[in-house]
């Protein structure tokens, strides 16, 4: 939901000049967004290896007994990650590879993809967009996991999710595309 909270037709709602009244303007906004580019193409390598790393533990033959340093080491060569590049975080301390938390570092990079995706919809037809909200709340909210997740999405957004407008949002492929 923070998607809302930088787009110029809310910003011109609440975020105005104390004294006098004016509106934040919009080229300020664009230097804002346009600051937030900085460093994602690192921070998104950092997370995938982070998320690739995760699985490849998790789609070991059970039970195995690695030297963990090794395979961290081996998997990154393996992948072709260049050394200014580590691992968001480091075999011996991604504790939820232990504990009930199954390949879940990807999920975190899924979840941006629908999160980027669903605000997509409401950016095609208007932030405020009432249909796109109603059918939001029918298909997913009201849903709450109640049938299969991608069946859900798909009823909201008429598709399958797509990975375009997250790269958009941070900056990794043009606004035009």
Known sequence: M?????????LNMYAK???TGETIPASLVRKLKNSSYFNQGFDNVEIL???????A??????PAIIDIQS???????????IPE?????RSTYFMHIIEEYDSGYYSYTW???LDNDAFEAFKEKGIFNRSVASS?????LEKNGTMDAMQMYVNFRGREPQIEPLLRNRGLVSANN
């Open 2 to 10: 923070e998607h809302w909270a930088t787009e110029q037709e809310v």
């Open 17 to 19: 000049h104390y004294k």
């Open 49 to 55: 290896a982070a998320s690739l790393l995760d699985m």
């Open 57 to 62: 533990y998790h789609t070991l033959e059970a």
């Open 71 to 81: 395979f961290e080491k081996e998997y990154f060569n393996k992948i072709g990650l």
């Open 85 to 89: 590049i580590i691992s968001r975080y």
């Open 111 to 113: 979840a941006a993809v």
């Open 136 to 140: 939001y709340r029918k298909n997913i």
